[in-house]
């Protein structure tokens, strides 16, 4: 760090003077010199600390530069780019008032010698590496003959492109934090050395003001202590967090940051702000720039205004933005609300922050006139802030304003904890809200994952087009008759269609399968199609099948040739699937496109190859003196030939024929002929009937038959019967109900009471000891027992539920099996209500009444110390009252006094005055 550096004030005057000023331009040096004005926003556009504004160019004493006069020009090797390349970078951007507003309004006027010492100092660029220092010789030099306007704009060249590294300060004391932190126009300290870049270090302790120094009342108005503005700077403890203190001492607002251009920044770490008070930011107020708090608290800081708050925080104007990270907000007040911050515009970001409950009553933590709030909590990549079970949800109070929402923030940090981006994100920035997502045609398998690098892509074959995806199985298959060779697929429209002649038969294919001789297919197929009987394909990868011609046939699918008709059989149709047969009295011919006509003697059988005789084919009769083809007659289906009568005969009952036949077929077991003669076939019984005596005959109820049985089963398994004839199956018994018997299975009757079934049983089971059922009861209930002031009248039983009574007053039980209710009698015992489950006890001074159904006051002359059967008598020179719980000996009549009437057990003496000239002792 080099030395600091004394400022002294401005001279407006002079600035002003030094815009208009008169400059020739009679060579190239005064060409360059007119245009650097416009060239220094181009510089400006470059510079990422916002040194534009925030520079304090006043004059310079020669020792605070950290150089001499003979170092001033010294030469250095360059370091990559030269003074050449540097201005050729820079284009103009703005007229040269703009700059002279923006840049010289603060600055003061200085003489030659003095800008040459600033633009010799070598300097470490912001902005690409360093600038060798016979780049400022040759600025220097380009214009040495204009020694006023040229100076100026070299030395404001200078430090933009070669800016000055910031200086650190290191502070131990209240005066010299004031002589620091005293920037501005009008303050008391205008020599504070503070300037771009700088870092004030302060060293632990507490910093209180002090109205009795006069360099503390206030930097610029009497109620701030410390001022700055337009310059960037950080404030930071030496120690740990919270051992450095700034104490306003409840008298003033301890710190003022002013930057109405927004190109200033502030950052400041690890202070405690405490007893500052004001009408408005009573530790802090904020009025445009950058400022970034960080691991700090306030606490005690007041905002006395009315109607305006921010006891901690009053950001004012269009701030660019205020980032607090870590911050503590301790029982700061306000009388209206935002008792800790209090915001107009601009960007307001709140990081793992805690709030305490206002230490003003009705007043909010918030309150927001128009900025964008975000909350969030403070944790790293791979992770975002969410609430645990047991957070406390913010109070409604917590925020006020325009956008009172208060996400994500507790007056504590408690609520709030860190959880792993889950499957399928990735979290690859610090204090995240939100985990971004792998992205379509992406999964991740990853929690935690800080990158997309964690992603993976879907394999060829899938796609996936949501933008989370926890695993592989959440890439979607590419459907049958697809497929695709694309990693990351991001949609069902990136899986190609299988092209015809070609097939994919299962999801998720890379590629499609070439069609087998005989199959084909279409587009977008997912398994190949045999061709059909009559067509053939000899081909691989075929779309279509091929017609047989006439004489040729297939019968089965999926053939890659066609067949020749079997002599005796013909075709004289394209595509056909069989040959028909050659009818009687004919034979086939060789193209097997048709048939010939048997010879004079001769006769053949359909399909016949060539003609024979009568008589020698089997289904076949012959007349005798017939001639030629007619002669021979073709027995049909449902009959036979009988060769020995030379006749076509019906086939009879439970026998068939198809014809061609010399004798019929007997039907196979389990089918019939329904009773019919000449029948051609045999057909099965429908399911619940068997064939008796050739016809189909519906099974017995408690029996059954199912689809080609031979005879009718009994329901023997546990809990089966058939209620109605012709069950095809069995029926189990339902819940409650059994078979009427073991042996007889046609029905089902309800479970008696005292037994149950939970179904699919033959038998009831009987209820257990203590339970008891009702008919049909699917299982049993636990007997109950009488509450108290209730009696048993008639006990459990298998088959009903305990019966009870209830006890009239006078009486009590306990319940429980108690048969009868107690009289309450002996030592003053009753009862005074229904269903009682207890005798009382009269109480002192009263009795059991005669029904023993409440109690009664003893009488005069009486008592009762509680639970007597009867009141005692009070003995003799005592007495007592109605309800009386003891007896009181008699009184005596006072001195001058007399007896009117003697005491008795229910009544008290009774005395009486003696009158003027008469007297009495009493008693």
Known sequence: MGKSRRLSKGDEEGERRLAVADVSTSSFTTDFCINLIPLLVGVAEVNDV??????????????????????????????????????????????????????????????????KRIITKKRTTSVGGQIPSNCYERLWSSCNHFPYMTVFLISLLSLLVCPVTGEEFIVNDQTSLFNLMCVGDSVKVPSSPLSIGDHITLNAGTYVHDSTDENSYGCRYSHTVYQTTGISFTVSCSGSGGTCVLDGNTEKRIFAFYDVEKDGELLIKNLTWRNGRIDKGGCLYVEGGRVNIQHSTFTNCEATHGSIGGG??????????????????????????????????????????????????????????????????????????????????????????????????????????????????????????????????????????????????????????????????????????????LSAATSRFQCRNCEPGTYSSSVGATSCLICTQGKYSFEMASACSNCPAGRASSIEGSNSCTDCVAGKYTSAPAQTTCNDCDLGTYTNNNASVTCAACPGGKSGNDNRQGCDLCPNGKFSNPASATCSDCNSTAGYVSIAGSNGASICEFCGAGFYADISTHECKECEVGKFSIGGKNKCEVCPAGTNT?????????????????????????????????????????????GEYAAEKGQAACFNAPAGFKPVSETDRTGIVACPPGKYSIGGKTSCTSCKRGEFSEEGAVGCSTCTSCAAGRYTINTCSPTSDTVCGDCLAGTASSGGTSTECTACVGNGKYSDTDLASFCKTAKAGFKPTEDRKGEEQCLEGTFSTGGAEECTACGTGETSGKGAAGCSRCATCAAGRYMISSCSPTKETECGDCLAGTASMGG
């Open 50 to 115: 916002g040194q534009v504004q925030g520079h304090n160019a006043g004059s310079m004493e020669g020792e605070g530069t950290g150089m001499d006069e003979s170092g001033l020009l010294e030469k250095e090797e360059k370091d990559g780019a030269d003074c050449g390349s540097i201005l050729e970078g820079i284009s103009p951007s703005a007229s040269s008032a703009n700059i002279l507003h923006r840049n010289f309004s603060r600055h003061a006027l200085v003489d030659a010698e003095v800008l």
């Open 312 to 485: 901690g925080i009053f950001a004012w104007g269009s701030i660019d933005y205020l980032h607090l990270h870590s911050v503590r907000f301790l029982a700061n007040k306000s009388p209206v609300y935002g008792a800790d911050l209090y915001v107009y515009q601009g960007s307001i970001q709140l990081y793992g922050c805690e709030f305490s409950q206002p230490a003003s009553a009705g007043s909010s933590n918030v309150h927001n006139k128009g900025a964008s709030i975000s909350f969030s909590s403070n944790c790293p990549k791979g992770q975002l802030g969410v609430l645990s079970e047991d957070y406390n949800p913010v109070p409604a109070s917590f925020l006020s304003g325009v956008d009172a929402t208060g996400e994500l923030v507790s007056y504590s940090t408690e609520g709030i904890f860190c959880s792993l981006c889950p499957h399928g994100t990735f979290g690859a920035e610090d204090y995240a809200t939100s985990c971004s997502p792998c992205g379509q045609g992406m999964y991740g398998e990853t929690m935690g994952a800080i990158s997309n690098s964690s992603c993976s892509m879907c394999p060829p074959g899938t796609y996936q087009e949501d933008e989370i995806a926890n695993s592989i199985n959440d890439c979607i298959s590419c459907s049958e008759g697809k497929f695709s060779q």
């Open 674 to 718: 329904n009773n019919q003669v000449a029948a051609t076939a045999c057909e099965p019984c429908s399911p619940g009937s068997v064939t008796v005596d050739n016809i189909c005959v519906q099974c017995e109820k408690g029996k059954y038959a199912a689809f080609g049985a031979l005879t009718c089963s009994e329901c023997s398994g546990e």
